[in-house]
């Protein structure tokens, strides 16, 4: 078997290996990785932003981006927005002070059907997240679509996994939270 390194199996296997994990953490920690997601989108954005403002010029900096052989400043915002934002979701879901906790009354293929689909939810949800990061809009101030056509235009032509998650952008943001809503809204309270 002749297996060719591309972006779409480098998301293929990324995205398995998130829905795998959330198997193992369970339907309830996945939503609170989901729940993690959506804050960590924001808090990572605002610090890549804040680190563009305040250090993007310094000659500390520039010394460090010729160091780590960085192309230019917008990639070493980037670059920390996606480390500051893997960080705080691994961070909020293994050491998140809020707890989710959802009640079992359903049958069990019903509990099998959502762990699935929550888990799905989770691995689109921080693939687009990333995606998003690296065409270099911003979740708080927006973005042009030049920067994002200059960002991802190799990658996007390469990709067609690629193409598909930012296709369905907004689609991978809304879901997650619209379905634990909905969830919530069917669950009894004990």
């Known amino acids: 078997m002749n297996i060719t390194l591309s972006w779409d199996l480098f998301?293929?296997?990324?995205?398995?290996?998130?829905i795998a994990y959330s198997f193992i953490i369970g339907r309830d920690n996945t939503l609170k990785v989901i729940l993690g997601t959506y804050v960590s989108m924001i808090a990572a954005d605002a610090t890549g932003s804040l680190?563009?403002?305040?250090?993007?010029?310094?000659?500390?900096?520039l010394k460090i981006l010729r160091l780590a052989t960085v192309g230019n400043e917008q990639e070493a915002i980037v670059f920390?927005?996606?480390?500051?934002?893997?960080?705080?979701?691994?961070?909020?879901?293994?050491?998140?002070?809020?707890?989710?906790?959802?009640?079992?009354?359903?049958?069990?293929a019903i509990r099998l059907v959502l762990s699935i689909l929550y888990a799905f939810m989770s691995a689109g949800l921080i693939i687009s997240a990333i995606l998003v990061f690296v065409?270099?809009?911003?979740?708080?101030?927006?973005?042009?679509?030049?920067?994002?056509?200059?960002?991802?235009?190799?990658?996007?032509?390469?990709?067609?996994?690629?193409?598909v998650m930012l296709a369905y952008t907004h689609f991978w943001f809304a879901v997650p939270a619209l379905s634990f809503l909905i969830h919530s809204l069917y669950t009894r309270n004990e």
Do not use: M, N, P
Not at 11 to 18: G, S, Y
């Open 11 to 18: 998301i293929l296997v990324f995205f398995v290996v998130i």
């Open 51 to 61: 680190f563009g403002k305040y250090f993007a010029g310094s000659e500390i900096f």
């Open 80 to 108: 920390v927005k996606v480390l500051v934002f893997v960080g705080l979701v691994i961070i909020f879901s293994v050491k998140g002070a809020f707890a989710v906790s959802t009640v079992d009354d359903r049958s069990s």
């Open 135 to 163: 065409s270099g809009v911003s979740f708080i101030g927006g973005g042009s679509a030049e920067t994002t056509q200059t960002a991802l235009w190799d990658l996007y032509h390469k990709s067609q996994i690629i193409r």
